[in-house]
């Protein structure tokens, strides 16, 4: 089924060219490579997994309630907005900011999909180009996810946010081959991994949750492969070649900074653009979740070597520059963790179905 009659509102051009710069690089090595690299690219290769069956697709999802958000994380929650709004309207409202989240979600992740191929035709190593082309699957699936929960279960889509199409869109139409991996591994996988997880973390509803917990499953395995690569090379630049990354970091967290408000939702019910922005910049709730969208970024940036004083500043600014110390290694192994209790849990709730399925037929055998 087509999603044209599903966006809110049609994209302003339903395929977006970003005209290709920079080389493709072969390399006729053919040896060992890097020992981490080809451990993480052998994880890639083992973790691969179908959408269609790994995640439950029969449960049932309330599109009004898809997360079982509540009321105060609405950021018009307690307005003159709010208190007019019955309960239908306020369905809607949840349905919209979901169609929303996802919509952005879906749309990173055809983004990410198409950095890892540019990286696995950029990147001059071949146990990197190894990785990045399971990488690339990944992204596929995860797109794949993300539009059968949109198109199926929620039954609304949103176009892409101008910020985080201006962050694509600078991440790939940039010729060093080392920016795909600084756009897309480290602030935008980095930004959509603690989306996902604050969401993962707070829904009371199955199937978001599995979703959200299987695709943050491999996306740890992206931003351990971002750091690897960025450590060793940015170790090579000179302060001028660092300090343009660094410019570029900092253009591209204020972009994802401002990308999070949902302003288009609030836009489509009828409220003045100033009136939903100042709405927004007042909710506690935003501020919290802003806070912890770059808890992945801030660290890994530190991590990879990016930490000149006008970056240090601009966390500063955004308030998260004390996000330098988190432990992103536990971080990850946390995420890798929750995603096998969660198979662990509902394989052990089948199988206990299957045996009670047995028995009763067993029983009544009996009785007969």
Known sequence: MSTEGLYTQPPTEWIWQVPAQGAARFSWEYGDGRERLLALYQKGKDKQWDAAKRIAWDLEVDPYDPLGTPDEAMSIYGSRYWDAMNARDRGLLRQHYTAWQFSQFLHGEQGAMICAARIVESVPDLDAKFYSATQTMDEARHAEVYGRFLQDKVGMVYPINDNLQALL????????????????????????????????????????????????????????????????????????????????????????????????????????????????????????????????????????????????????????????????????????????????????????????????????????
Request: proline share 3%.
């Open 169 to 368: 869109g600078d991440t790939l139409r940039d010729s060093r081959w080392d920016m795909p991996y600084l756009g897309m591994q480290v602030l935008i996988e980095g930004l959509a991994l603690a989306a996902f997880g604050m969401i993962r973390d707070t829904t009371t509803k199955p199937l978001p949750k599995q979703i959200l917990a299987y695709v943050m499953q491999d996306e740890a395995r992206h931003v351990a492969f971002g750091r690897m690569a960025l450590r060793d090379y940015y170790k090579q630049l000179s302060d001028t070649e660092l300090r343009e990354r660094e410019d570029f970091v900092i253009e591209g967290c204020y972009l994802m900074r401002d990308r999070l408000r949902g302003l288009e939702v609030l836009e489509n019910f009828g409220i003045p653009t100033d009136e939903a922005a100042e709405m927004t910049e007042r909710s506690e709730f935003l501020h919290l979740f802003r806070k912890l969208l770059f808890s992945r970024i801030v660290p890994c940036v530190k991590d990879i070597g990016l930490w000149g004083p006008r970056l240090q500043k601009a966390y500063l600014d955004m308030g998260v520059f004390d996000l330098g110390d988190s432990n992103l290694d536990l971080l990850m192994d946390q995420d890798e963790e929750i995603a096998e209790k969660l198979d662990a849990e509902r394989f052990a709730a089948e199988e206990r179905e299957r045996v009670a399925e047995v028995t009763d037929m067993i029983a009544q055998g009996a009785q007969d």
